[in-house]
């Protein structure tokens, strides 16, 4: 291993286990995006975020599949920037939110498993949420949809930055009204309901149900109260955050007969049949919201300068047909890049985005300290970040992550396994956790199928990126959780020895690499005041 490159990749992770502190402080309270934003009323924020889209699954993506219709999600992503490599920190929901809302991977605080319903747990209170950042800096802010960070109150959205919340508290919900369970039949005592039929809830209250029929969509009432949240805050002088958290097109494939037909009416031969119809009019729906989310911003004044920021939670199901991520390799709980790389755009008229094409690495990571600058907030004191500000870099078309790796890593109790990856900008390698490592240019191979002839022209300097992953796991906790009890993952967990590195990384291995590394933290940040 040559020194220098040494040197790098201890930086790099000098960086992002110590001097996060002041690098961020500084970000957030020194540096501003550009001169001009300082003269620039703070930007409203509008993040919205689709359950399990698949890659291909949205218009404006470059190798769109043709029986996906999004003409009005398209319409902003061509007047803004598209990214072709924008990663999220986990191949499924909760982890992958918990990343995105801390602004940390999930394994530094012991969020790698999704919660199951009804569960006791939630993301540490240690963890300041991005939405308690913009909140405390004068933001009014707006939860619509799906949660799935706690649900009990201590972790619920009304305390952890969000002045308002309407929808679900857990993983998901059925999309027809007449699936949910009225409040009057409802008993929240009882745990064997289905949660993805209970109530919605309105803060801390269950949702009115003031002129339900049983003809209503989901996909419509949290676009209904996405509006009604606009219309509010753009009266009032303070910017908001809107996080529009579209439980579609996650399971139940429910779509309205409506948009079915729609899309047969428009596409002709090309609408797609079967379970990848309902599937497609998922989608569309959202689209039509996203249609009407954007009428209301024109009509109140706000579109201009708004930042719209779309991309989905992680990769699309492929496991039942209904998902596509063309051209990338696997889907949903995979460490290859159908899992956690999604479709995105950003889009804001004031903000001199960079027009066009984004094609370097950026995760969800980035949100936080990106958001924060936006805003001129102040980011707590010892909070740390695993992301950087990137909007100058979507500004320039500069690469802001050419020496920060990415790391992955998805914990398979029921196999024994930790699958692992780590992305340099197109340099990627991959394992299954099995101790056997593939390395993939990412540029010339972003479906990840030439394994075998990429590896042998990997440069030997290549594999300190395993050796940096390796390095992050000593910022890693036990996790808090383990899904639902169903599954068997405590029990499998500690019976298989997890989180075993010496499987994962046999050629690294150290027993003890942890504790003689200078710049490990063990200990959960604590996160200010
Ligand atoms: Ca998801």
Redesign the pocket.
């Known amino acids: 291993m040559k020194k220098s490159s040494l040197w790098v990749l201890t930086c790099v992770l000098f960086v992002a286990a110590v001097c996060v502190d002041t690098q961020n402080s500084l970000a957030a309270t020194d540096q501003k995006s550009t001169p001009a934003d300082s003269a620039r009323e703070r930007p409203n924020i509008v993040l919205i975020l689709l359950?399990?889209l698949g890659y291909a699954d949205v218009g404006f993506m470059p190798e769109a599949e043709s029986d996906i219709h999004t003409p009005s999600i398209d319409e902003l992503a061509k007047q803004g920037t598209v990214f072709s490599q924008a990663y999220v920190s986990h191949p499924?929901?909760g982890p992958?939110?918990a990343g995105l809302m801390t602004g940390r991977y999930q394994h530094e605080f012991g969020s790698q498993f999704n919660l199951a319903a009804y569960s006791e747990h939630g993301i540490s209170t240690d963890e300041i949420f991005f939405s308690k950042v913009l909140q405390d800096a004068g933001y009014r802010t707006g939860l619509i949809g799906k949660w799935h960070l706690g649900e009990q109150p201590q972790y619920r959205p009304n305390v952890r930055g969000f002045d308002y919340f309407y929808g679900m508290l857990g993983g998901g919900h059925v999309y027809h009204s007449k699936d949910f369970i009225r409040q009057a039949n409802y008993d929240p005592e009882n745990k064997q309901i289905w949660d993805y039929k209970i109530p919605l809830m309105e803060n801390e209250n269950y949702a009115s149900e003031s002129g339900y029929d049983d003809n209503l969509y989901i996909t419509d009432m949290l676009t209904d109260a996405g509006l009604a949240f606009i219309d509010r805050e753009s009266k009032n002088k303070a910017p908001f955050f809107l996080y529009m958290s579209y439980n579609a097109p996650?399971t139940p494939e429910e779509a309205k007969a409506e948009d079915e037909l729609a899309l047969q009416n428009i596409l002709g031969d090309r609408a797609a049949q079967g379970k990848r119809l309902t599937y497609t009019a998922m989608v569309y729906a959202v689209d039509r919201g996203v249609k009407r989310l954007v009428e209301k911003l024109k009509a109140t004044g706000a579109y201009e300068n708004t930042l719209i920021v779309f991309l989905?939670?992680?990769g699309g199901r492929t496991n039942q047909a209904s998902a596509s991520n063309k051209p990338l390799r696997a889907g949903?709980t995979s460490l290859y890049e159908g899992g956690i790389r999604v479709p995105m755009f950003w889009h804001w008229p004031d903000g001199a985005l960079h027009n066009g094409h984004y094609g370097h690495a950026i995760s969800s990571l980035d949100f936080y300290p990106t958001f924060a600058a936006l805003a001129e907030a102040e980011i707590p004191a010892g909070k740390r970040l695993d992301g950087v500000d990137v909007l100058p870099h979507i500004r320039a078309g500069t690469n802001a992550r050419a020496d920060r790796p990415l790391f992955f890593m998805m914990h398979q109790p029921d196999r024994g396994l930790n699958q692992s990856a780590v992305v340099l900008n197109n340099q990627k390698w991959y394992s299954s956790g099995n101790g056997q490592w593939f390395y993939y240019d990412l540029k010339h191979d972003s479906s990840e199928s030439n394994r075998k002839n990429a590896a042998k022209q990997a440069a030997k300097q290549d594999r300190q990126l395993v050796q940096a992953l390796y390095d992050w796991t000593c910022l890693h906790s036990e996790p808090q959780w383990f899904d639902s009890p169903s599954y068997g993952w405590e029990s499998a967990w500690k019976t298989k020895g997890l989180p075993d590195w010496q499987k994962t990384f046999p050629k690294l291995y150290r027993a003890k690499h942890c504790n003689d590394a200078p710049q490990v933290k063990l200990t959960t940040n604590k996160g200010g005041s």
């Open positions: 359950d399990d499924y929901c992958s939110r996650h989905s939670d992680n949903k």
